[in-house]
């Protein structure tokens, strides 16, 4: 069993900054990849970005404000948003594949199997 915290929400303004964290513990946990997807209200949750071999992918609605990064000493994703809007509005979800593979830039949710609780954004205008 492999568990996933995030931690790093919470209320800002428009235009201010957040950095989420996402720590993955258990046996395994020190293998596969994380993503970060999210929830935005009265929508599918949807994937926001990933990191595989080095290099970060993002939806293109936050490329150029938010930063994924990954500490792997500590087994922790980061996801450093800048300029945030009103639109970032979500609850923000870690997720975790347990293969290192191609999948680990997948925008597909389907391709994660452990997800943890989720952290709350709130951008007021």
């Known amino acids: 069993q492999v568990y996933l915290v995030e931690s790093g929400g919470g209320s800002v303004q428009a235009g201010g900054s957040l950095r989420l964290s996402c720590t993955a513990s258990g046996p395994t946990s020190s293998s596969g990849c994380m993503a970060w997807f999210r929830q935005r209200p009265g929508k599918e949750r949807e994937w926001v970005a990933s990191l595989y071999t080095d290099r970060p992918y993002y939806t293109s609605s936050v490329t150029g404000r938010f930063t994924v990064a990954q500490d792997s000493a500590k087994n922790t994703l980061y996801l450093q948003m800048n300029y945030l809007e009103p639109e970032d509005t979500a609850i923000y979800y870690c997720?975790?594949?347990?293969?290192?593979?191609?999948?680990?830039?997948?925008?597909?949710?389907?391709?994660?199997?452990?997800w943890g609780q989720g952290t709350q954004v709130t951008v007021s205008s």
């Open positions: 997720a975790r594949r347990s293969r290192y593979d191609i999948y680990c830039s997948s925008n597909q949710a389907n391709r994660y199997a452990d």
